[in-house]
């Protein structure tokens, strides 16, 4: 039975005592505070709007933070589609990469062209799971497709990703000199 009530609070009374807690989570996920204020106010229309299915046996915070981190996982991944150029040259010579690159200057290619190289010396299994990643493939699915844990997924993309951030440290501050 669907029943918006707990506690004599109202579900519209629920989701205004939880507003601080969905902020700070928020900001957690966006790591901007305008951004955070947005896909606040994004999750409250969204529960507000689908407050019918909502069971009083289900934990209220956890239904409304699912709601918010899907959110902005489609916000994200919409937003790396709309980024992304695809690679027509006959023998793929260009990495998948937003359309602000850097292309048309010396300097921009041969950062791309040194993140391809790095990455590409990674072992096979590194590489792959973290190219999936940086594709758009959710965790579940790498591990589904590589067929391994899930949490072998995350810490073989973690690994990677700290390991391509040191071997290109030189180029965070060569822009500053």
Do not use: C
């Amino acid at each position: 039975m669907k029943d918006t009530k707990k506690n004599g609070l109202s579900f519209e009374a629920k989701l205004i005592d939880l507003q601080n807690n969905m902020l700070n989570f928020a900001y957690t996920l966006t790591t901007n505070r305008d951004d955070a204020e947005d896909l606040l106010q994004e999750t409250t229309l969204r529960a507000l709007n689908n407050k019918e299915k909502y069971y009083e046996n289900v934990n209220f915070k956890g239904w409304v933070f699912t709601i918010m981190h899907n959110i902005f996982v489609n916000n994200y991944r919409r937003a790396v589609r709309s980024q992304t150029m695809v690679d027509q040259t006959e023998n793929l010579y260009h990495l998948n990469a937003p359309q602000d690159s850097g292309f048309d200057s010396p300097e921009g290619s041969y950062t791309v062209l040194e993140i391809k190289k790095a990455i590409d010396s990674f072992s096979d299994e590194h590489r792959t799971p973290f190219m999936m990643h940086l594709t758009g493939y959710k965790y579940e699915e790498i591990a589904q497709k590589l067929e391994l844990p899930i949490g072998t997924v995350k810490s073989r993309i973690f690994f990677a990703r700290k390991r391509l951030q040191e071997m290109l440290k030189d180029y965070r501050y060569a822009d500053r000199e």
